[in-house]
T-cell receptor
């Protein structure tokens, strides 16, 4: 079945630093989504990507849909303490169960003020 | 702006007890989902309902049943809870199941089975 590898698993950075995380897939995806989850809350959508090569920004966040359709990255510029949380990538591909969005295992981000 | 609302927020069950997690969405979405989240495992799909009147198994359906009561509501039932079902459960909804339809999540239900 389809699998997603998300890395790194965790990051501990200084406020103001840039952050980069990525996801790779064993198969092709048609949609890549990036979510953030705060403690005790459900995941909230940050960025959605629908075309290979697409580069989309949302404030200090930038995400790209890889040309091969098997990877995506998320960058956060000039991190601030409220960026703390778990970031998930999710992908949806062709065929199989249309309801099945495949999630990465998350990147836990900690920011030191 | 309620979005996706799920209850209860916290529940402790004894092994063998049954319970139902309730979920409702007010976005007029056709599709609804139940996920579980375990440490280091990300989110895994239990069941989903592409539209009112239909339900399908996801990645980890064993030990669960679902009911799409109407367009707004999608419940998840544990008939005989087991410690392995200790997890955080998220209900979600989207306009449709097709790629490109964003999934919106509820705030989660923390279930502990002792």
């Amino acid at each position: 079945g389809q699998q997603l590898n998300q890395s790194p698993q965790s990051m501990f950075i200084q406020e103001g630093e840039d952050v980069s995380m990525n996801c790779t897939s064993s198969s092709i995806f048609n949609t890549w989504l990036w979510y953030k989850q705060d403690p005790g809350e459900g995941p909230v959508l940050l960025i959605a990507l629908y075309k290979a090569g697409e580069l989309t920004s949302n404030g200090r966040l930038t995400a790209q849909f890889g040309i091969t359709r098997k990877d995506s990255f998320l960058n956060i510029s000039a991190s601030i303490p409220s960026d703390v949380g778990i970031y998930f990538c999710a992908g949806q591909g062709d065929g199989g169960s249309q309801g099945n969005l495949i999630f990465g295992k998350g990147t836990k981000l900690s920011v030191k003020p | 702006n309620a979005g996706v609302t799920q209850t209860p927020k916290f529940q402790v069950l004894k092994t063998g007890q049954s319970m139902t997690l309730q979920c409702a969405q007010d976005m007029n979405h056709n599709s609804m989902y139940w996920y579980r989240q375990d440490p280091g495992m990300g989110l895994r799909l239990i069941y989903y309902s592409a539209s009112e009147g239909t339900t399908d198994k996801g990645e980890v359906p064993n030990g669960y049943n679902v009911s799409r009561l109407n367009k707004r509501e999608f419940s998840l039932r544990l008939e005989s809870a087991a410690p392995s079902q200790t997890s955080v459960y998220f209900c979600a909804s989207s306009e449709a199941t097709l790629p490109g339809n964003t999934i919106y999540f509820g705030e989660g239900s923390w279930l502990t089975v002792v």
